[in-house]
C-alpha cells in the first residue's frame, strides 16, 4: 500500500527517511520507466489516489489507506475482509482501491523488490524486541495486572519505512488496536534512539489498549461525572473528548499515568511532573491531576488496577472538579489525540443513515447524519450530503442547496461531489437560473471521473433545463 502511494507523490519527510525507503522507490522507478503496462497500472491507481486526497503530501493523506490496509487481505488480492459498511468511515470512501492495488502489485513485481529487503525489515524489526518487551513488562508491573487477562482483544504493531519518520499512526477499532510506524534511521555509531523508535507513542496506545476495556465495565460509574463535560466546553478539545466522558475520564487517567512514570525521583523530575500535570489540565484534560494524585496512592496498594479501577472513579468529587475548572485558563490549543477510536456501530451510522432514507424516513436519516456531523464520525461531506437529500425530500430547496455546497466544500469523494453539482444544478434549474445550473453540469463532469451514473445525469442537465417529474394524477 505504501509502496504504492510514495509513486504517487506521497513525499512527506523523505529526505530524514531510512534510506530504505529511496531504495525501494528507486527500484519501482526503474520498473515503471521500463513496462508500460506497469505504467498504465500506476496512472490508473494515482488518479484515484489523486481524486481522492486533498492534501497528498501529508500524512493526512495516508490515514484512510492505512484504515483499508488494516482490514484487506494480503497480496496478491488485496481484498477487504469485511463488508463495505463495517468498514472505518474514513476507509469505506475508497474501498475499490484494492482492485487498482493487485494490478500496481503485479505489473510491478512488487514482492520481488520486497524480497531484496527483506532483511532489512528483519533487521527493523529486531531493533524493537527488547524495548518493546520492557514497555510491556514495566506497564503490566505497574498496573499490576497482565494484558493477557484480555481475551478476545489485539495490540499489533506494524513497522514500515515507506512513510514520514515524524509521523505516528494509532488506531482502535472495537476490540483491535494498531500501532504504525514509520521509524527513523539509526544514528551514525548503529544505536537506536528511544525517540526514534517512538516508543513514547506505542506506549500511549498500550495504556489506551489496557484502560480502555475498564472504562467500558465500568460505564454507569463514568457516566455520573457526565456533568463535568460543560467544564471542557472552552478548552481547545477535540469535539470528541467535549460530548463522551468516557473518553475523557480515560484520556486523563492514561496522562496521568505516563506523567507519573516519567524521570526520576529526583525532586527536579518531579517539578517537572508537576508542570506536566498543569499543561495537560490547561489542555482540557480536566481529570489529570486528580488521577495523578491517585496513583500515587496506587502504587503503594498491592491492588492491581483492575480491582481498584472503581474506586478511582467513585473518589472523584464532581462539584470539587467543577470549581477546578472554572478557575483553570485554557490554552489557545491541545495537541491531537494519537490515538483514532472508531467504535462498531459508528462506522455503520452513515450507512443506515442512508438506508432510512431510500426506506422512506428522512427523520431517522436526519438525526443520524446530524448525530454523525455533530461528532465528526466518518465523511463530513458524505453526512451533509445525506442532510441535504432529506432537505430534498421535505421540499426545503434553500436547505438542501446550502448543505450540498457544503458537502462540496468538505469531502474529496467523488461520487458525492458529482452528485452534489448534479442536483445543485437541478435547483438553479427550477430556479430558473439556467447559466449557474450549467455551471454546476459541468463542474459534475469534471467530477465524475469513472461514475458513468453521474456523467449522464450531468449530460442530461447539459442538454435540458432540469423539470420534476410531474405528480401522478389521481384518477
Not at 503490566?140 to 509521523?167: A, V
Request: proline letters at 5%; one cysteine or more; charged letters at 30%.
Amino acid at each position: 500500500m505504501l509502496s504504492a502511494l510514495n509513486s504517487c507523490g506521497y513525499d512527506q519527510d523523505l529526505t530524514i527517511s531510512d534510506a530504505t525507503r529511496s531504495n525501494v522507490r528507486a527500484e519501482v522507478q526503474r520498473v515503471l520507466a521500463e513496462s508500460a503496462d506497469a505504467e498504465t497500472a500506476r496512472s490508473a491507481l494515482c488518479e484515484f489516489y489523486l481524486t481522492h486526497t486533498a492534501e497528498r503530501s501529508s500524512n493526512r493523506s495516508l490515514s484512510p489507506y492505512i484504515s483499508l490496509a488494516l482490514y484487506m487481505d494480503g497480496p496478491p488480492h488485496f481484498a477487504p475482509r469485511i463488508k463495505e459498511e463495517d468498514l472505518p468511515p474514513d476507509a469505506s470512501a475508497i474501498a475499490t482501491f484494492g482492485t487498482l492495488l493487485e494490478r500496481f502489485y503485479e505489473k510491478v513485481g512488487l514482492h520481488s523488490i520486497w524480497e531484496r529487503h527483506r532483511r532489512d525489515y528483519a533487521a527493523m524489526m529486531a531493533r524493537y524486541h527488547e524495548p518493546l518487551a520492557k514497555m510491556v513488562f514495566d506497564t503490566e508491573i505497574y498496573l499490576k495486572q497482565p494484558s493477557s487477562q484480555y481475551l478476545g482483544r489485539r495490540f499489533t504493531i506494524y513497522l514500515d519505512f515507506m512513510g514520514s519518520p515524524n509521523e505516528t499512526d494509532a488506531r482502535n477499532y472495537g476490540a483491535d488496536y494498531y500501532v504504525i510506524v514509520f521509524p527513523a534511521p539509526n544514528m551514525p555509531s548503529g544505536e537506536a534512539p528511544k525517540a526514534a523508535l517512538k516508543m513514547d507513542q506505542i506506549r500511549h496506545t498500550f495504556l489506551h489498549y489496557e484502560l480502555d476495556r475498564e472504562a467500558e465495565k465500568h460505564f454507569t460509574a463514568i457516566k455520573r461525572l457526565e456533568p463535568l463535560l460543560q467544564s471542557v466546553k472552552r478548552a481547545p478539545l477535540e469535539e470528541s473528548f467535549k460530548t463522551d466522558i468516557s473518553l475523557l475520564v480515560t484520556e486523563c487517567m492514561v496522562r496521568a499515568i505516563e506523567i507519573r512514570t516519567t524521570g526520576s525521583k529526583q525532586a527536579a523530575d518531579e517539578a517537572l511532573r508537576a508542570q506536566a500535570v498543569d499543561d495537560a489540565v490547561k489542555q482540557g484534560y480536566i481529570l489529570t491531576r486528580t488521577f495523578y494524585d491517585t496513583v500515587v496512592a496506587f502504587e503503594k496498594d498491592p491492588a492491581g488496577i483492575r480491582a481498584a479501577y472503581g474506586d478511582f472513579l467513585a473518589n472523584i468529587d464532581i462539584k470539587k472538579e467543577e470549581k477546578a475548572a472554572a478557575d483553570v485558563q485554557f490554552a489557545s490549543k491541545t495537541s491531537p489525540e494519537l490515538v483514532q477510536l472508531s467504535r462498531p456501530e459508528e462506522r455503520r451510522m452513515l450507512f443506515a443513515a442512508e438506508k432510512r432514507l431510500a426506506a422512506g424516513d428522512p427523520k431517522g436519516a436526519q438525526d443520524l447524519a446530524q448525530q454523525a456531523l455533530d461528532k465528526k464520525i466518518g465523511d463530513q461531506g458524505r453526512a451533509l450530503f445525506i442532510l441535504a437529500e432529506v432537505a430534498v425530500a421535505n421540499k426545503n430547496r434553500d436547505g438542501a442547496q446550502d448543505n450540498f455546497q457544503k458537502a462540496i466544500e468538505a469531502t474529496r469523494d467523488p461520487k458525492v461531489v458529482g452528485w452534489s453539482h448534479v442536483y445543485l444544478g437541478r435547483i438553479l434549474d427550477m430556479k430558473e437560473d439556467r447559466e449557474a445550473a450549467l455551471e454546476e453540469y459541468r463542474a459534475a463532469l469534471n467530477a465524475a471521473g469513472q461514475l458513468p451514473e453521474i456523467k449522464a445525469a450531468a449530460e442530461r442537465g447539459l442538454e435540458q433545463a432540469y423539470e420534476p417529474p410531474a405528480k401522478p394524477q389521481p384518477q
